[in-house]
């Protein structure tokens, strides 16, 4: 099997619900691999973390959709992702960024940690009362949905009681990120953005007339001072990719998460008596089963990275799960070790895209992940969970738990109490 053949094996059904050994394999050909007549595919940390920052390298703007994807403009996801600062350049996407990111500096984001707290008590209890007496309990609908849904909702301005309405919308319109889509799947995601943006355009609406403290209240005053600085087109798709992105990696994060903790239980029990030890468990499971495997950028100039050179219009699968496996980088990368002397995965990108919320998904895990295990230390796998089919947001179906039995005996070799020197 060659380079074309794994990439083509990673998109497929299978790939993408298992995506490591097609990995591997693409590996195994270097660092950087041709994988198609202008495709390339990334496999090396430094490598994906040099090309991330490299500013020869960009996402697929208008003008280049222009180019690839003629009649782009009449699938309404496609449109309105483009028009948000997930799919702009600089300086387009600079200025966008620059109106959201005071919602998200790390002062900000730090006090919120106990609102973080209680909420997810709120959620654990919850749990409690729907599990009592051994029922399952789906973790995803009853944690990791609602935990992140709420804190950005509670940023965005969003009424408690619409939250629901936003998990199938979004699993809708992320279909469009993924590398390759179906016609079917598009229609989906269509639907999905259609839904997002009435909803928005609504509460846009609503903030003009009766302004709030919140971020959509922000970035409507920034709109209608001066449009050149937020268009109407950018307002709403930027609010829909903030509520999306919100919620959507964090879920994953948690779900995944959940799922590693509990197949080694050695390590859980460690997190359970020392919660100060949950940033590195957190940057430990990012690297370990990312929620976002991959991102793609387009080359505008000639780029040598790995020995390999990218043409002009080269496309560059990034493959961040990958890139976090790297061997050279982390010693025995498959094994989950949250005692590891260094990590900075790329799982929130790098370079101009780096997450916008990525400190806040770190938050609300290093807070979720200790309480969960401090609160139920009989958590359980009822079954193997599946995953969705799905390759960029990589997250379960479901996570079906249950919360009253005793925990399953240490089998993954980690030693009791080994954190780094604490007892």
Request: aromatic content about 6%.
């Amino acid at each position: 099997m060659d380079a074309a053949d794994t990439v083509a094996l990673l998109m497929s059904p299978q790939g993408r619900i298992d995506p490591y050994p097609a990995y591997e394999r693409l590996r195994a050909f270097g660092p950087v691999v041709q994988a198609g007549p202008a495709m390339f595919a990334v496999t090396g940390y430094a490598e994906a973390d040099e090309l991330l920052r490299d500013p020869r390298l960009g996402v697929l703007d208008d003008a280049l959709r222009d180019r690839f994807l003629p009649g782009w403009r009449d699938s309404p996801a496609i449109a309105s992702i483009s028009r948000s600062m997930l799919r702009t350049n600089p300086p387009d996407h600079s200025r966008m960024r620059r109106l959201a990111a005071g919602a998200f500096t790390p002062r900000r984001i730090a006090a919120m940690r106990d609102v973080v707290a209680a909420q997810a008590d709120e959620l654990i209890d919850a749990m409690l009362r729907r599990g009592d007496g051994g029922e399952p309990v789906d973790f995803l609908a009853e944690f990791a949905y609602p935990l992140p849904v709420g804190v950005i909702c509670a940023l965005l301005g969003v009424p408690a009681a619409d939250r629901p309405l936003f998990r199938r919308w979004a699993a809708d319109l992320t279909g469009v990120l993924e590398p390759v889509i179906t016609p079917e799947e598009l229609a989906v995601a269509d639907r999905g953005a259609v839904e997002l943006r009435d909803y928005f355009a609504e509460l846009v609406a609503a903030r003009r007339r009766a302004p709030a403290d919140d971020l959509t209240t922000a970035l409507v005053r920034v709109h209608d001072t001066d449009g050149e600085r937020l268009s109407g087109d950018e307002l709403l798709a930027n609010l829909v990719v903030l509520l999306v992105a919100g919620f959507e990696t964090t879920t994953n994060l948690l779900g995944n998460g959940l799922a590693v903790l509990l197949a080694h239980p050695r390590a859980a029990d460690a997190l359970r008596g020392h919660p100060q030890l949950a940033p590195a468990y957190v940057e430990e499971l990012l690297r370990y089963d990312p929620p976002v495997q991959l991102t793609t950028r387009l080359a505008s100039a000639p780029v040598t990275v790995g020995g390999v050179e990218v043409p002009t219009d080269g496309w560059v699968l990034l493959l961040l799960a990958a890139a976090n496996r790297d061997p050279r980088r982390y010693p025995e990368p498959e094994r989950f070790d949250p005692w590891r002397a260094q990590s900075h995965p790329l799982s929130f990108g790098a370079g101009p895209h780096f997450c916008l919320g990525a400190g806040l998904a770190r938050l609300e895990a290093q807070v979720a992940f200790p309480q969960l295990l401090r609160r139920l230390p009989g958590l359980a796998l009822v079954a193997p969970p599946r995953h969705r089919s799905r390759l960029v947001l990589r997250g379960y179906e479901s996570l079906p738990v249950t919360i009253d039995t005793p925990p399953p005996a240490p089998r993954d070799g980690t030693p009791a109490g080994a954190a780094g020197g604490t007892p």
